[in-house]
Every structure is written in C-alpha cells, then in structure tokens.
C-alpha cells in the first residue's frame, strides 16, 4: 500500500512519512491552478498521457469490447503500427481485469511484443503497457524494470509515471511511489495522477486529503468509468468513515449513469451490509460477479452466505474461487490476498502461509503482510504473526480488517488491552466484513467482562 516495523503494537501514531511530505506539493498544485484539473479526457490506453487509477479501474465491457474491435481492424490495416498494437495490447490488459480471464494477458503480451518488434527502442507506449501487464499479473519487479524503461524514453508521459508508482507501491517502495506521483501530476493534473495522489494519502491514513484529491479527479473525469470509478472510492471512504447512508446515497447516484459498473455494485453491497440489509447486499453481490466475477466479489457474497447459514450458496462461491487459484496456480502467477486470506479461513493455514511467503517476496505490500499475519495466527503463530500484523500498519492505514487482524492476534498473545485498542478502531466500521464484524464484537465483549 515502507520501513518494516516490527516492535509491538503501540498508541503513538506512526511517524509522519517523508513521502507525505513530499505529496504535500500537490495539494499546493491544486490550490494555485484547480481549473486546470478539468482539461483532457482520461485515456486508458498507453496512446494517452494517464493510466487506470491505482485501484485497477476499467471500463464498462461494452466499452472495452468496442475498443478492442476497433483496434484490431486497424492493427489489420496498418501492421506497422506500433501505437496500434501497442493500445491493443494495452485495451486486452483492460478485459482481462473487466472479466477475470487470465488467457487475455497472453494476447495482451503478444499485441505488446508486436509492437516492441515494429519498434525496438524508445517504444514509450508499449513500454508502459507492458508495465502495466506485469502489473495486472502481479508481477511488480518486472513492472518496475518496464516503467522504468518507458520513463527513460518518455520522460514527459504520466502514464510511464503512473505505473512506475503503481510498481513502487506494491513493492513497499512508498517514498518512491510519491516521487512517481508527485512527478505524474506536474506533467498532468488529471483524474488519472489525482486519483494516485488521492491513494497516495488513503494508504498513509488520511482521509482528509484523500477524498479532497478524489474530488478534484471526479471533476477532472472525462468519461463514464473514471466518474464511476471516484464515485466507488468515495464511497469507499464514507465507509470506512463510518457513513454508509452517504456510502449508500452515492453509489444508487453514480449507477443511474453507469448501471454495469462491478465496483459501484460492489460498493454498493458493502453499504447495504453495513446497514443491515444482507438481502439487497447479496443482490449487489451478484450482479457485481454476473459482470465481472472478481475474487474479491466472490469471496464478499460467500462469506455473506455463510453469515447468513446459507452453506450451499456459499460453498458455490467459494468452488469459483478454488477454481481461479486453480488457474492462478497453473499459470505461474503469484497469489493474490483474497487467495490467501480465503485459504486462510475456509481452507489450510498452512499452505495460505506459503501462498504469503511466496507472494511477498514479490510484493512486500501492508495488504500482503496483512494476509500473512491471518494466516500466521490461524497457523498458531501469533508471534510472528504480530510482526506481520505491525508491518501492515506501519503506513497509518485506515483498515478496519488490518486492525481486527491485529486485535485477535494480541488477544491470542494474551495482550487484552492492545487488542481492545483494535477491535475499538475495527468496528469504527461496523460492517466491515459479513463475519469478523460480529466475532470482533463478541470478542471485545468477552475482554471487557473478564476481570
């Protein structure tokens, strides 16, 4: 989402980052040219100057599905064309994450090597693509050389840039991402760079400045998906400020105008199990899936299912999810945290455990070390566990899962006022998750009436 913190839990907050104040030059950007953040449509092509926001937005799959079809007719046209192949292979990348096809980042990678063999050097475009396949396949270091490659030979395009702190931030390189990002918005103010500046702050803890940067890139919105996307995150954030009524509100809003969107329907059910509504939330659950059957979405409606008895519905989930690994597994590519925390809890600790360790050594991430400290304790090691638990938090990241992690970890090493302090702060969220929400609330209540 940074220097490893492995002392116990404390009170004091984590020390202000350099990086933050490093980003803290955008917000002065904002305050001297905030008409410029409306200018420019956001591409998500590597023929424009931005990329997807950070949280791997994509666009509705009608849209992608015409743009493939458009790009493959003048691929067909013009073979030489390195832009084309390379915004082909940069629109597969897209359906890929739309539909949760794996086989699509291999015509993704072969439109993107077309390119690279019209046009060996200073490939800016196909550059940064590749960068964002390998990013998309959670291959970070690899996403790192390339945006590193495409920076070198475009030194004025965003996009290098943004995918350059997209790899930082997922292999704990934070004070780099922010560099990347702050560098990003110089060349262009635009939803793309604001929606990274906006996470940039999320992951640090501040939701102030973050939904202030979500704002300014809703503004800047070009397009249906990037409008849909701010939306998701701003209600995201109205979640985890405890105000799903507005979660709620904005989401119902936002998909009048974008019926198809997977992460507002996504968001939407979150809201709606916040407020006790399981029905209208399994609903969401599962047109979120019909359109894009995310592991992430179906790890929410099974353990929803299971919340609510309903074990066959459940057990459908979570066969759809063991089938993904499946071909996770066969493809080479580096499990996920929905993977390791569904392992985790409806599977085997231990090889959740190696799924971890495989995957961070890769990806050194505060959700990483977060599914490695669950599937620690759930291993029986709390003690290592905690290690991992304090590493997640080591940023200040808001994350009401991160704490009700540490919280359980803490009461197992049977320190019952740190683990007070987390199950507190978890349930700030009430309806954090269809599960844990309820065990962190029994479990608090067993703390506070032991002597």
């Known amino acids: 989402m940074h220097p490893d913190h492995t002392a116990p839990a404390s009170t004091r907050p984590p020390a202000p980052s350099r990086g933050g104040r490093r980003l803290r030059n955008i917000l002065v950007t904002l305050a001297l040219g905030a008409t410029m953040f409306a200018v420019g449509a956001v591409m998500l092509t590597p023929g424009g100057n931005t990329a997807p926001g950070p949280a791997g937005r994509d666009q509705p799959n009608e849209a992608t599905r015409g743009s ?218 599962r047109a979120a899936i019909a359109i894009a059957p995310l592991p992430h979405y179906l790890l929410g409606l099974g353990e929803l299912e299971q919340a609510l008895g309903h074990r066959e519905r459940a057990a459908e989930n979570y066969d759809l999810l063991r089938a993904q690994d499946r071909i996770r597994e066969a493809a080479g590519e580096p499990a996920d945290t929905d993977a390791i925390l569904f392992e985790a809890d409806h599977g085997n600790p231990r090889r959740a455990m190696t799924l971890a360790e495989e995957t961070l050594r890769n990806r050194p991430f505060v959700a990483v070390h977060d599914a490695y400290a669950w599937a620690l304790h759930r291993a029986g090691r709390d003690a290592e566990a905690l290690v991992q638990a304090d590493k997640a938090l080591a940023q200040g990241t808001r994350s009401a899962l991160f704490r009700y992690h540490r919280g359980v970890i803490h009461h197992a090493l049977g320190e019952p006022e740190a683990a007070r302090r987390d199950l507190t702060e978890a349930l700030r969220e009430p309806g954090f998750h269809p599960l844990h929400a309820d065990a962190a609330r029994e479990l608090l209540q067993r703390i506070d009436t032991t002597p």
């Open 68 to 285: 493939i079809e458009a790009l493959q007719a003048r691929v067909v046209r013009l073979p030489k064309d390195p832009g084309g192949w390379a915004a082909l292979g940069m629109a597969y990348v897209q359906q890929a994450r739309t539909t949760a096809d794996p086989a699509t980042y291999d015509r993704a990678e072969k439109a993107l090597r077309t390119s690279l063999s019209v046009q060996g050097e200073d490939n800016t475009d196909a550059e940064t693509a590749m960068g964002a396949l390998a990013a998309a396949r959670h291959d970070f270091p690899t996403a790192l050389r390339w945006a590193r490659k495409a920076t070198t030979s475009g030194p004025y395009s965003s996009s290098a840039y943004g995918v350059l702190a997209d790899a930082h931030t997922q292999l704990g390189h934070y004070d780099e991402a922010d560099e990347a990002v702050q560098r990003m918005t110089d060349l262009r103010p635009d939803a793309a760079s604001l929606a990274r500046a906006s996470y940039a702050f999320e992951l640090k803890g501040d939701t102030v400045r973050a939904r202030a940067l979500m704002l300014r890139s809703l503004t800047a919105a070009a397009t249906p998906a990037d409008k849909a996307f701010a939306h998701s995150v701003l209600a995201g954030l109205d979640l985890q400020d405890a105000n799903p009524r507005e979660a709620l509100a904005r989401t119902q809003n936002a998909l009048r105008t974008a019926p198809t969107d997977s992460a507002l329907l996504e968001t939407r059910a979150r809201a709606y199990l916040a407020l006790g509504d399981t029905t209208k939330a399994a609903t969401d659950y």
